[in-house]
Every structure is written in structure tokens, then in C-alpha cells.
């Protein structure tokens, strides 16, 4: 994605955007991106920023702000100033590490959607030596071998944590959880064999998977992935599961209407152009970019699925 990113930056950048509000923007615009470098969110957001940037005359600057699971930099923007200028681009991490964490803001209602920018799957992946192919054999191998394989997460509290949780409610097998800050980090020690198993979306997970690196066994979907139509879904040997992984952006609540909406259109007119759209394909996003509406009903229902894994797995904060 990296290679192509200066590429689709450069086809998007066209005429500026009219003023969706009294002179917005007059400042540079921040785009928290709660992870480090190298994730997801990070580069969805640098994609996004400079031709959203171009549009409204001012730099958009990516700020990464990694920890808790992508928490620490969603708290950042709920309590920013509802100007215009403070939004957020999260996964659906986000919704996972509310449900885990109990924030001291509303994440459903005490926050104001802009847009869904994507859906794709996670893809389960193994270190080469895991003498597994498949879920089934991964799942005969733990059973084999409780508590002696160790799984990467992006964070406590992530989509990665409670998705591998569910996993095991689910199988009942027995990993043991290492949480690091990003799918950076987490790939990197999958890579290394500090971890054996992780469970990363397909974005970051992709170049890796291709050089040989990781080893995907299943896909979170419901469907396979048009970029791995050789791994299968995990919900054909656990029959149910299904955990869809998204992209989105939020804004503090009482971000003006007009600002949002403008957010609203820049960025759906980036995220449906045809060279983001192959970009995105590539990397096994499908595109989204509806009205906020289409984001709240999507990060409501996920954080209600969260609260009822998080109490039947029994978890709290640091397990």
C-alpha cells in the first residue's frame, strides 16, 4: 500500500472544495490516528488527509497516538474542541476497546459520526513453524498444547483481543494473550516468532502474507476475501463466526453539522474515486462511505456484541 500511496495522493488532488461553514477551515486540521505507523488506520488517514487537505485549502496533519488499544487517542479527540479542527480515524478497535475499557465518554452516543470508509475481514495467521494449515488443524493443535501458544493482539481491549477471545469461547482452546501497541508492532513479533498466532486485518497483513512471512489460516468474514480466495472463513469450521472489520472517521460531539458534512463529502469523494477504490481492493477493503448514519448504527451494534463477549469470556482490564 506504502508503494502506491504517493500515486493515489497525486490523482486525487483536483479543484478546492466550497465552504461547507463561515470560513472553515483557517488553521491546519488534525487526524488522529490511534495506532503507530505502518497500521491500518495510519495508512488510510495519510491517504485521506492530503487530498481532503488540497480540497479545503489546509494541511491535514496525521498524528499518531498509540495505546490502550486505539482508546488513548479516541479519548484524545472526545474531549478535543468541537470546532473542526481535532477528528479521529479509527478500525473497529475502537468499538472493542470501549466495550473493554469503559471510557469516560459515551462512545456510541457522546461522539459525532462522519463516515465509514471501508469494510474487510481479519485474517487469522500463523508463523511458518505452527505445524498448522488450517483452523481445524490449529485448533487440534492448541487443544494439544493448552496455553503454550501465544497470540498477538493490537492492544488490550482491540478487535484482535475479543475476536481471538470469542475464538476460544467458541472452540474452547486455551492462547495466551500478548497485547502490543499496533498492528505494526504485533506483526512485527508474529514475524519474529516471539508470538505464534495473531489476527490482523488485511491491510497490513497482506504484503506479509504474500513474502511468506505469515501463514493465513481463516478470514473473519462471512465470504471469502477476493485477495485470499484460497483461505476460507473461519465461520466454515466455527459455524456462526463472524467478526467484519471496519475503517471510520468521528469528530467530538457538537462538531458543527456543516462541518461534518463537508468531512462527509470530501472524504466519501476520496474513498470512491477509481484510484482509491483500486488501491483499496488491492488491499481487500470494499469501499464504503455513506452518510454518519450509516457509521453510528454500524459502531452501536459492534459494541454491544463486544459487551456480551467481554462478560461471557469474563474478561477485564489486563487480562
Known amino acids: 500500500m506504502r508503494a502506491a500511496l504517493a500515486f493515489v ?14 470560513k472553515y477551515p483557517t488553521k491546519p486540521i488534525r487526524l488522529v490516528a490511534p495506532f503507530p505507523p505502518g497500521g491500518g488506520t495510519d495508512i488510510l488517514g495519510r491517504l485521506i488527509a492530503v487530498p481532503v487537505g488540497e480540497r479545503l485549502g489546509q494541511t491535514v496533519v496525521v498524528d499518531n497516538r498509540p495505546g490502550a ?25 475502537y468499538s472493542a476497546a470501549s466495550a473493554f475499557g469503559k471510557p469516560n465518554y459515551d462512545p456510541v452516543d457522546g461522539i459525532q459520526p462522519v463516515i465509514l470508509i471501508g469494510t474487510t475481514g481479519i485474517v487469522l495467521s500463523v508463523h511458518p513453524s505452527v505445524p498448522a494449515t488450517s483452523v481445524s488443524e490449529l485448533i487440534s493443535h492448541v487443544k494439544a498444547n493448552p496455553g503454550k501458544l501465544n497470540y498477538a493482539s493490537v492492544g488490550t481491549g482491540s478487535v484482535a483481543h475479543l475476536l481471538v477471545e470469542l475464538f476460544k469461547l467458541e472452540t474452547k482452546t486455551n492462547f495466551v494473550h500478548v497485547a502490543y501497541k499496533g498492528g505494526g508492532p504485533a506483526l512485527a513479533a508474529t514475524i519474529g516468532g516471539e508470538v505464534q498466532v495473531t489476527a490482523i486485518s488485511a491491510v497490513p497483513s ?105 462478560k461471557e469470556a469474563k474478561l477485564g482490564v489486563g487480562n
Open 69 to 93: 488499544g486505539g482508546a488513548l487517542g479516541a479519548g484524545i479527540v472526545a474531549h478535543s474542541a468541537p470546532d473542526g479542527y481535532t477528528l479521529v480515524i479509527v478500525s473497529s478497535s
Open 206 to 310: 497482506m504484503p506479509h502474507i504474500r513474502a511468506g512471512r505469515l501463514r493465513p489460516l481463516g478470514v473473519t468474514t462471512r465470504s471469502r476475501l477476493s485477495i485470499l480466495p484460497d483461505v476460507p472463513s473461519i465461520g466454515d469450521t466455527v459455524p456462526g463466526f463472524e467478526v467484519v472489520h471496519w475503517y471510520a472517521m468521528w469528530a467530538p460531539k457538537g462538531t458543527p453539522r456543516a462541518i461534518v458534512n463537508l468531512w462527509n463529502e470530501e472524504v466519501a469523494r476520496v474513498v470512491r474515486s477509481p484510484q482509491m477504490l483500486r488501491q483499496m481492493g488491492n488491499e481487500g477493503l470494499d469501499a464504503a462511505g455513506g452518510p454518519p448514519q450509516e457509521f453510528y448504527d454500524v459502531n452501536k451494534t459492534a459494541v454491544q456484541k463486544w459487551r456480551r463477549v467481554i
Open 9 to 22: 495522493i497525486a490523482a486525487l488532488v483536483v479543484a478546492p472544495a466550497a465552504p461547507a461553514a463561515d
